[in-house]
């Protein structure tokens, strides 16, 4: 019998990754490509980058295995029932017919698989629920703290992506007390605050000179002043969201991964020190735990929507 | 064939009920009963009182009908494993174990039934899905804004109860930028911010002389100005907590009931003015409606928990 792959798609705001990937969350050496997006880039050029990626997954299928099927994960808001994306950072697509399209490329291959797109928070969750952090738990938010700050949610056992898709939007929920930066429409939202930009943006209202999350982390590291206070305030903006939605969905834990989740452990210490504050048992049970996934993570989320189907709705 | 019939048991922080319902959702004449309880009760008064009215109901059984089960709604937070609860207003009651006294009454009238017990915003909501605003609606928040400020979840069509029964506690996450009493641990919490009592509390701090929420909502109606900033507020802060809600769970309906919440429908206005500005089509699309149950909807959501017990964990 043929050893089952899922085309995985891991689309973003600054790259467009694919690769194959088995029925163990395995990626299939030699068959991860990637090409750039971003914020300026036209649709033709997109629509290049995709189909290029999507295309060269295909044919780096081995001897000995069959394509089962392709899933998506897309930066939000998406559609699901339509198939469309409408990415915040990639303000050229909007209502953008994404699964449409890596259905044609998929065609044009020859292959008749099923293509399954949703939201990359709701990828990554079902990835850490498959062979990450959250492996056994039924009741899971997974988060990515990084640009933005996204989601995505695995309650009593099953993925709730919600009716259009867009279930798991940590980021743009309210954090009382902390004031972000006003670029979206809300400066209340978790990722006006905490996001690495905002946060980097707020330490140097302060006078910090650095301007990305790489410098700040540094900077912590080295004991700067204003670096510790504005990865104190990012945790705590982190951890009065996980309170919230926690005390709304009675989560068991919450597992963050994403490029500025890495700046210093104490930032997940931060947000545990809120939780442990909670006047509420059930929400001071909430664990808070860094994603075991590698950057391999949000493909294997991808090739989940395939290999775990069982899991959504 | 006997005629199926519930007993249903609404416990909170004023008063207990019980009644017997049938299948369509539909309470037996002249079995509803209530008694007192409150802050100063005892646990023997408390169990005084709830035994009353469980066995009050039972004997009303009628002929040609048979009790089926028996469904419990309480007030949170509660522990829907070990059946006990710690209802915040009932300070004499921290892991008091209500489902097996209730089901020890049970047992001494001679019946073999099951007892289940949720948190009293899960068994509302699911009153409001069966007979109440939405029906047919399989992604739901149903809301109580009183004395506290709870709710309950239906998502995907299925109830989410969480792993301790304390899902839907939205009274307990926060809003950005309004800042309500300390009373119980936040005052960024939604219910500290926007429930009748910390309404009227604000409104006291800017000048009004009355005392409950009934006098606010008279005021109002006579055009007093305090009371239209203090109905704006509040309606504006339920809105922006359904408008996290609502980005986090992808919600298509939000059902309101509880007394303060009829104090004007501008409230519902306010708060969808804050769902109409939001930046995202899919919160947009959330649409927020008057409770359409009596004062009976808590005994038909806790007889919900027997008839339309499909629809739990």
Not at 27 to 50: C, D, H, K, N, Y
Not at 86 to 114: C, M, Q
Not at 285 to 310: C, D, F, M, W, Y
Request: charged share 20%.
């Amino acid at each position: 019998m043929p050893t089952p792959l899922a085309v995985a798609v891991d689309f973003g705001g600054t790259k467009v990754e694919a690769a194959l990937v088995d029925h163990d969350g395995r990626l299939v050496e030699g068959s991860r490509f990637r090409q750039p997006t971003g914020r300026t880039a036209t649709i033709a050029e997109l629509e290049t980058s995709v189909g290029g990626v999507v295309r060269d997954a295909i044919a780096a299928l081995p001897d000995g295995a069959e394509l089962v099927g392709l899933g998506i994960g897309c930066a939000g808001p998406i559609d699901r029932i339509r198939g469309l994306v409408s990415p915040l950072n990639v303000p050229h697509w909007r209502d953008y017919p994404l699964r449409d399209f890596i259905a044609s490329v998929v065609a044009d291959s020859g292959l008749d698989i099923p293509v399954t797109l949703e939201m990359d928070g709701v990828a990554i969750t079902l990835a850490e629920h498959w062979v990450g952090a959250a492996q056994g738990v039924d009741n899971v938010m997974g988060m990515v703290v990084s640009t933005g700050i996204g989601g995505g949610l695995i309650v009593g056992g099953r993925v709730i992506t919600g009716p259009t898709g867009n279930a798991g939007h940590i980021g743009h929920i309210e954090v009382g007390d902390i004031v972000g930066e006003n670029t979206f429409g809300n400066p209340s939202a978790l990722e006006a605050i905490a996001s690495g930009p905002h946060t980097v943006a707020w330490a140097r209202h302060q006078g910090f000179t650095g301007t990305t999350g790489e410098e700040l982390a540094a900077a912590y590291a080295a004991d700067d002043e204003i670096a510790r206070r504005a990865i104190a305030r990012t945790g705590e903006a982190v951890g009065r969201a996980i309170a919230s939605a926690t005390a709304l969905l009675d989560l068991e834990l919450v597992a963050i991964g994403g490029g500025f989740s890495h700046a210093t452990p104490d930032l997940f210490d931060r947000m545990r020190e809120v939780i442990a504050d909670h006047y509420f048992p059930y929400v001071r049970k909430v664990r808070i735990v860094p994603s075991a996934l590698s950057s391999e993570g949000p493909l294997i989320g991808a090739a989940a929507l395939i290999h775990r189907a069982h899991l959504l709705p």
